[in-house]
């Protein structure tokens, strides 16, 4: 859909629809499902196949699944940029989607080839040292599996909502079918993470495996058969080109004085072409921050050519291009606290396997909860809380206010609610020390000896930090999503996955230097002080939360106040 935004309605009116609508929902959301549990399938229970079929050491386990969920995360990124530049979002789908499957065939091959996989240990007995370890060749094999599958599933995530939103002409359809996508995205994880994983853990590897495996197949099949149907986008060029051409255009020029200072629109600077020639059209008003940005759109001799146009694109930009480049350095302090808001959240996924690990994890006599199966706590509390936090609290805080929270209202909440969670992880885990050390003779020696305390105690830290995303990713979506220059708003969103993929690798860092120059994270945590690394990520978040309130106070909306005034009318 070209134009974008508002016009969507009056194009659709003026011109006959080329395909697109809601004919091609039913494809694109059961493809975008199918894909999504076959990712979750494989990605929720890494660590534990790592230690499991690969004799990789706890830790070390930890570490890959880290660096492996930020290629997850970053890999969106790339395809965004790439379905706005160059290919448009149906190819990067499609393509991302066919290299998933081929990742998840190699996978599988890995979990059911004995040769693939090194001699299995008895992980139970301490005594008997394992000293089995996967050959070069065998991890070749597994890197290339978990890359290509990562890349597949990570190109494809958030395109495949800028495909379902341009098969709409208007926002309301457009919103509609945001809400399923992450009705969709949250169900695919659900179930991939709590069935699948329990057949992985009670079956057989080769089994859970082999079923993400037939849902990509048919996640790829239902996509390509309403190909007929779906409206495609064309390449726009990339808007980061735009961005490069500021930068370089006030550097070339850093020495210029504008012939000018007179106000209005007649200063110097370049606003188009359609001002240049006369129209009263003036597209943005420079400010006075960053002024040294503001030369990019200074016109000197030979820029412009008569009939208005730029002839030196790297020496001249529109007045516009600057205000976008400026709204871009005015929001990154804020972007920069959303890392250290991740970073907790990630290592308490990783590690707290660890420690479902080492625990009773038995509902009833039978039922043994998979322990990769606990991060979807998590999940389960953000999706409850995202719907009481729309029907109930915001209503109430309208009547009581007389608007809306504002974005930043929103995240600063979630700030709390992440830090509060990661001190509850620190009390808990302390109990779970103190009662291994109680049993410490029964214990000794043995890294997966279970600790006679039961794992549902790891349920409230968990279900805090999901209370939380309820309030500050939505927050930042729509942040980001109404404050982002119009040409970046398909790369908006993706800005969140950018952030957790830097908060995957920090986080990797931070457990690599703790397991390297402390006591704290060794293979067996009975042994360690798990609960001093809770604690220092408590602490970061805290001071985290107070770079965020100063960044907060000092950020000016752009966009966002209007958005939030016509959602009070509304309502209303």
């Given amino acids: 859909m070209e134009g974008g935004g508002g016009g969507g309605d009056r194009e659709g009116a003026q011109s006959p629809r080329k395909h697109g609508g809601w004919i ?32 990789v050491k706890n830790i070390d386990a930890t570490l890959i699944s880290n660096v492996v969920s930020g290629c997850f995360s970053v890999f969106p990124v790339v395809g965004a940029v790439i379905a706005d530049s160059f290919l448009g979002s149906f190819s990067v789908v499609a393509i991302s989607t066919s290299i998933s499957l081929l990742g998840m065939i190699s996978l599988t091959l890995t979990s059911t080839i004995q040769s693939l996989r090194p001699q299995p240990c008895d992980h139970n007995n301490a005594i008997i040292p394992c000293s089995s370890s996967p050959s070069k060749l065998q991890y070749s094999i597994l890197y290339l599996s978990l890359i290509l599958a990562a890349l597949g599933a990570g190109g494809s995530r958030y395109t495949t909502a800028t495909l379902g ?17 992450f009705v969709t995205l ?63 255009a006030a550097s070339r020029k850093r020495l210029t004085t504008p012939l000018s200072t007179t106000a209005g629109n007649d200063d110097g600077y370049y606003y188009g072409e359609e001002h240049h ?41 529109k007045v516009k291009e600057v205000e976008d480049f400026k709204t871009l350095l005015r929001i990154f302090p804020l972007w920069s606290t959303s890392i250290f808001l991740s970073v907790p959240i990630v290592m308490q996924g990783s590690l707290t396997i660890l420690q479902a690990l080492t625990m009773d994890r038995h509902l009833g006599p039978s039922f043994k909860i998979p ?15 995202l719907a009481i936090i729309d ?38 885990e302390s109990k779970r020390l103190k009662v291994a050390h109680a049993h410490a003779h029964h214990l000794d020696g043995q890294p997966e000896a279970i600790v ?43 800005m969140i996955s950018l952030v957790i993929a830097i908060s995957y690798y920090l986080g990797t860092a931070l457990i690599d230097l703790l397991h390297k120059v402390t006591k704290w994270l ?39 106040e209007i958005v939030v005034e016509d959602d009070s009318i509304t309502e209303d």
Wanted: charged share 10%; aromatic share 16%.
């Fill in 391 to 428: 029907r109930f609290l915001y209503p109430i805080w309208q009547k009581l206010v007389g608007r809306l929270p504002r974005p930043l209202q929103r995240v600063g909440l979630g700030h709390v609610f992440n830090f509060g969670g990661m001190m509850v992880s620190a009390l808990v």
């Fill in 277 to 317: 020639v006369g129209k009263v059209v003036v597209d943005g008003v420079l400010t006075k921050s960053f002024r040294c940005l503001n030369r990019a759109a200074l016109i000197t001799e030979g820029d412009v050519h008569l009939d208005g146009s730029i002839a030196k694109p790297w020496r001249l930009c």
């Fill in 522 to 560: 060794p293979d067996d945590i009975n042994q360690g002080r798990l609960d001093n690394v809770y604690w220092l990520v408590s602490v970061i978040g805290v001071i985290n939360f107070g770079y965020y309130l100063v960044c907060a106070t000092w950020y000016k909306y752009q966009n966002v």
């Fill in 452 to 494: 006679p305390m039961s794992a549902l105690w790891l349920f409230p830290q968990l279900v805090l930090v999901g209370i939380g995303e309820a309030f500050h990713f939505p927050g930042q979506v729509g942040l980001y999503y109404q404050e982002f220059p119009t040409s970046l708003r398909s790369t908006a969103t993706a």
């Fill in 165 to 181: 939103a341009n098969q709409h002409d208007n926002l309301k359809d457009q919103n509609i079918f945001f809400n399923w996508f």
């Fill in 371 to 385: 322990a990769g199966s606990f991060i979807v706590v998590v999940f389960i509390s953000t999706t409850v809380f």
């Fill in 186 to 248: 949250y169900g695919a994880f659900l179930v991939s993470s709590t069935a699948i994983v329990y057949i992985q853990d009670n079956i057989s590897w080769g089994w859970g495996f082999g079923i993400s495996l037939a849902s990509n197949a048919i996640g790829l099949a239902i996509f390509l058969l309403g190909t007929r149907f779906y409206r495609l986008d064309k390449p726009r060029g990339s808007p980061f080109t735009t961005l490069a051409r500021v930068l370089v």
């Fill in 24 to 55: 091609t929902f039913p494809f694109i959301i059961g493809s975008f499902g199918c894909t999504s549990l076959a990712s979750g399938g494989w990605l929720t229970n890494l660590v534990v196949y790592l230690i499991q079929e690969y004799n």
